[in-house]
Nanobody, 116 residues
Framework: VQLVESGGGLVQAGGSLRLSCAASGSISNIDTMAWYRQARGKQRDFVAIITNDGITNYDASVKGRFTVSRDNAKNTMSLQMNSLSPEDTAVYYC???????????WGQGTQVTVSS
């Protein structure tokens, strides 16, 4: 499985960005897809997850502001991010897990920078 993120960039506080993740390769191995983020000097943290059936879950820090979606026909996942704050500045990574919950792929990451 290969994952490629896109859509990062620089935005002012209060603004919005939409990230996308395109999957290719052994797509049939993928069950859940997720977003993680890593701020400079910090560990990689969970942001949001979506199952093959469209069930979602979010970290408390983004709930109500971020929305994860998935198009299984196009093998893509998106993250709509609204009301961004400087604390959301990080490299955002796409992740795919198999039906055993084991990670099978990570994207290369896309930088999101929110200015105050």
């Amino acid at each position: 499985v290969q994952l490629v993120e896109s859509g990062g960039g620089l935005v002012q506080a209060g603004g919005s960005l939409r990230l996308s993740c395109a999957a290719s390769g052994s797509i049939s191995n993928i069950d859940t897809m997720a977003w993680y983020r890593q701020a400079r000097g910090k560990q990689r943290d969970f942001v949001a997850i979506i199952t093959n059936d469209g069930i979602t879950n979010y970290d408390a820090s983004v709930k109500g502001r971020f929305t994860v979606s998935r198009d299984n026909a196009k093998n893509t996942m998106s993250l709509q991010m609204n009301s961004l704050s400087p604390e959301d500045t990080a490299v955002y990574y796409c992740n795919a897990k198999n039906y055993y919950g084991v990670s099978v792929a990570w994207g290369q990451g896309t930088q999101v920078t929110v200015s105050s």
